[in-house]
Structure formats: C-alpha cells, structure tokens
C-alpha cells in the first residue's frame, strides 16, 4: 500500500479541516481528488507530500510511519514532489530551474543535462531550454514545473488543481503528461480538481470529500434548509421563501441537503408531471463538461444540472429562456 491513513485531523484555530479515520492509497494508479473549495483537499496534498504534519492521527508510506522516519525524512521527500496549483520559477533559464536541483544532489554535469533533457521532452518544453521562466505563460509556467518535479525521479507526484490556471490547449497537453508520468514513469499520482469530467478522464480513482471527510459522492447544489411535518406526515424543507422541496426523511429543524446535478430534470413545456418539486426559473448558463453539459438554472437560487449533450439538442435550450424543471426526491441527500 502506498499511503494508509490512520484517524488523522487537521484543526486550524476551531475548525476540522480534516477528519479522516481510515483511507489508504494503493500504488502505481492516478487518483482524483474531488469536493467543493473548503472540503480539505489541499490539505490532504499537503499532509500526504509531506509539507504539514496533522494535527492527529498517523500517515504511513510504503509500510513506514512518516512521523516516525526522524533523520531520513530528506530521503524521503526526494520520492514525494508536489506541483502546486501556482508554481513559482527561479528568475533564470528553464534549464536552469530544472538544474538547481540536481546540483545540490551532486549529480554530474552530463548526467544533469541528460536528466533535463528527458523531462523537458516529456512535458514538450525542450525549446524552452534557454527561455527565460519568467516570461513563460501560465501553462508553459505549469509544464516547466512538472518538468523540475520529475527531473527529480520521484515516486510519487501530486497536483493541486494542475490545469485551474491555463488554456485550453495547454489543459490537453497536462492530462497528456500526467497520463504519461503514470504510464511511461510507472509514477503513482494523486491530484485535486473542481472538473468532474477530468477526473472521470485521467483518474483510475475518485475520492470524493465534504469538510473534511471522506463521502460516498461528490456532494453539488449544496443548500441549508429548515425539514418541516406537514398534517399528513409528508416533509418539505424550506430553502427559502418561494422554494420547498418535498423530501424523504426522518429529521425536522434545520438540516444541510445536496441536490445530486444528474438527477435534475429540464422538462419540456409540454410534459406534464407531478406539481411535487417542479420549479420555474431561467437558464442563465450552459456549459460543455465532454460527453455532458452542464446547465444552471436560476429558481431563486442557481441550481447545476448535468444533461446528456443529446438532450440539450432535442430540449433546444438557449440561455435567458424560462424553463421548468424537476428535483425528483431521490436526487435529495441530507448531509
């Protein structure tokens, strides 16, 4: 087992930012990690590769206790690197950046120009060799910086959000190059990202996490609310005024829902349904996510929902139109 992770928190101040009571990364495979901003994923980076030791708990790697690797933890973080969400290059050459490194490693000159040789073709950045880093786009800037972490042999890589900050086209050439790091490297991978369809696309696994704790499934359409009885037993939380959702379950007072993205229903102007949970609202977004897009219809509050692309053809949605739609009760989680 890679990483195994033994009732571990994270506490800034009064607040859990981590609550994990097992979780165990296997190696050689890329996973995703996924949640809303706040959930702990950078975190989780962050104590994974070494940058912050928890609050409690324990984090072995390969078998060893972390915590209790005393003096040779400099070795050990020659085999964790971690590629930050926005890097930051030395004021020289990208071959110089990828350089620094190996030098203090006592690596020989020819052997370090080979070294960088190979990581900088791997990230398609060999040209650059003698550009300035500082003069780089923000996806050039990227590339480079998974270039100097790889130069470096590691075993494991992380990636805070590798493609937030770029291009299109760089976006594309950065999965290429994590997918190839995995394959061609054999080098286990673990990253975050708010992009479901990326995760979908590069990942063998999704760990999915909610302040701080590990769920089931990533948690979208997140609202608090107040579960009310009705006379005849059935439920209905109130988001707002203006909106009730009918639901299923056994709480009253206030509670936190999701509502799953997927599961919501454009209906067309037509189709008549039960009056239970139907909204009207105007579709202010529509967005591609690959083999789905996603659609955020304003009902007082905006709400995502994720449609097959087939059904934003047959549907003929445009944005500004009012359309109605349908939260199903089984698309309400309380969490």
Known sequence: MLFQIRDLTMIYGERKVLDLPLMDFEEGIIYALQGPNGSGKTTLLEILSLLIPPTTGSVFYNQRRIDSVGGNMTGLRREIVMVQQNPVLFTTTVYKNLEFGLKIRGIPSMERERMIGESLDLVGMQAFASAQAHRLSGGETQRVAIARALVCSP???????????????????????????NTQKNISVIFTTHNLSQAARLSH??????????????????????????????KSCLIQEGLTLSIETTKTGPVKLSIDPQKIQILQAQETRSKTNVFQGRLIQLADEQHLVRAVVDVGVPLNILLPKKDLGNKGLMVGETVKILCPEEAIQII
């Open 205 to 234: 696994k999704t760990i999915f996490l909610f302040e701080g704790r590990k769920v089931p499934s990533i948690y979208e359409n997140i609202f608090t609310g107040m579960v009310l009885p009705s006379e005849t037993g059935a």
């Open 155 to 181: 075993k494991v890589m992380f990636f805070d959000e590798p493609t937030s900050n770029v291009d299109v086209e760089n976006q594309i050439a950065i999965e290429r190059i994590i997918r190839e790091i």
